[in-house]
């Protein structure tokens, strides 16, 4: 599932000007010059990717006590840094 998630990404991330990510999941058909340009409802549910999303964290370091926005990802930009 987590696999066919990343398939997910990478394939959305090849097109550019796709403002809203449930256009990959609509019900409505595809158009030539509005919308995602396929449907990925065959591979998983829109709701389903979105609960992945919501999950996926970046770090295991526990939330701190004050308002860190960047703190999902901060650890990852240290080691990258």
């Known amino acids: 599932e987590f696999f066919t998630f990343l398939g997910c990404i990478f394939y959305t991330a090849c097109f550019e ?13 595809v158009e ?4 995602a340009p396929d449907r990925l409802n065959d591979y998983m ?3 389903r990717f979105e ?3 919501q999950a996926l964290r ?3 370091i526990p939330q701190p006590q004050y308002n860190d926005r960047f703190h999902d990802v901060r650890q ?3 080691a990258f840094n």
């Not at 030539?32 to 919308?35: D, T």
């Open 17 to 29: 000007g796709i403002s809203d990510r449930r256009d990959w999941w609509s019900s409505s058909p």
């Open 32 to 35: 030539r010059f509005r919308g």
């Open 45 to 47: 549910s829109g709701r």
């Open 51 to 53: 609960d992945i999303i």
């Open 58 to 60: 970046f770090t295991n």
């Open 76 to 78: 990852m930009i240290e």
